[in-house]
């Protein structure tokens, strides 16, 4: 039977993650109390950012772990859409920000299924793919389309 994978320990991967790829300058993690997005840091080397929403497994007590997953998804979406920043930069609005969500690995089916490459693309949007040995998978929009067109 897979761990399940609390938001806390997703959001701690990723950001242990980042920081391992460059990413570190002025992190800003939240808790579950507090308001806006869970994980904003800065590119050490560039006036970049990542913005990052995570959600977690549903408990043991869950009575529909499918139908909470099918939840968390669509919530992490929604909640880093309303956070995307909508003044473009003189280079294009790709160069600012990077825009993500983080989910345990247990999302992977879903999220190959649900999530269409090219608003990936459009939005710069990517996806963490966290396992319980806490490994992560970043999936671009390329990842995401090379799954959906082997899956058709």
């Not at 080397?45 to 408990?59: M, N, Q, T, V």
Request: aromatic share 12%; proline share 3%; glycine share 8%.
């Amino acid at each position: 039977m897979m761990k399940l994978l609390t938001e806390d320990f997703v959001q701690e991967q990723i950001i242990k993650y980042l920081t391992s790829k460059g990413w570190g300058t002025s992190l800003k993690s939240k808790t579950l109390k507090e308001h806006g997005v869970d994980i904003k840091v800065r590119n050490d080397k560039f006036p970049r950012y990542w913005l990052i929403e995570c959600k977690g497994d549903a408990s043991t007590n869950a009575k529909y772990p499918k139908s909470h997953r099918e939840v968390h998804f669509n919530l992490a979406l929604g909640q880093i859409i309303t956070r995307m920043q909508t003044k473009r930069r003189a280079r294009g609005y790709k160069y600012g920000y990077k825009y993500g969500v983080g989910y345990p690995a247990s999302f992977r089916d879903l999220v190959m299924r649900r999530l269409p490459y090219d608003v990936c693309y459009k939005l710069n949007l990517y996806v963490f793919l966290v396992d319980e040995g806490g490994a992560v998978e970043k999936l671009e929009w390329r990842d995401l389309k090379n799954a959906q067109v082997k899956a058709k």
